[in-house]
């Protein structure tokens, strides 16, 4: 039921739209069978979909829809727009590794670690963590649900969720 609700969670906020049966399906067979969620992530926005998605993501101003869909990843998992150098060396990629590849690539790019660790700082533990606890938890092997898992489930956590 979690896969589910997590495939059904990525058509949200990724698509803008809601995941209609058995649409999705093999997002969750490829889950229940040990991919990580950041591969099947990788895949939803190598797709068509996103990439039309991506033309009127907030924020992206690109001329080409190439750059409006590398500022759209850029945008929602680094926090910030892409430089035009960057959109210049994520566009010649395309044709190599495609859209799925660019996606996958800033999905695991450390810059990306860093941020989604930073934001789990101010949306678990209500503040900033410093730049070293941010390079550990980045630095680790760690998927990035496990690690939301473990901010969920410490101490500082707890004690801040039992006071409110």
Do not use: C
């Not at 910030?80 to 999905?107: H, K, N």
Request: glycine letters at 8%; charged letters at 25%; a negative charge.
């Amino acid at each position: 039921m979690k896969i589910i609700k997590l495939v059904d969670n990525l058509y949200i906020y990724h698509l803008v739209r809601n995941r209609v049966p058995p649409e999705g399906d093999s997002y969750i067979t490829s889950l229940v069978g040990g991919s990580t969620e950041e591969s099947q992530l990788a895949i939803i926005l190598g797709s068509a979909e996103f990439y039309t998605v991506a033309q009127t993501w907030p924020g992206t101003t690109g001329p080409t829809a190439d750059e409006r869909f590398i500022q759209a990843l850029y945008l929602k998992f680094l926090g910030r727009i892409s430089s035009d150098q960057e959109e210049i060396d994520w566009i010649a990629l395309i044709p190599s590794i495609g859209r799925t590849g660019v996606s996958q690539s800033i999905l695991e790019a450390l810059e990306r670690r860093k941020y989604f660790v930073a934001t789990y700082y101010v949306l678990y533990l209500a503040r900033a963590g410093s730049q070293p606890e941010i390079d550990g938890w980045a630095g680790t092997t760690l998927k990035e649900h496990e690690i939301r898992y473990k901010f969920l489930a410490s101490k500082e956590y707890y004690d801040r969720v039992i006071t409110l």
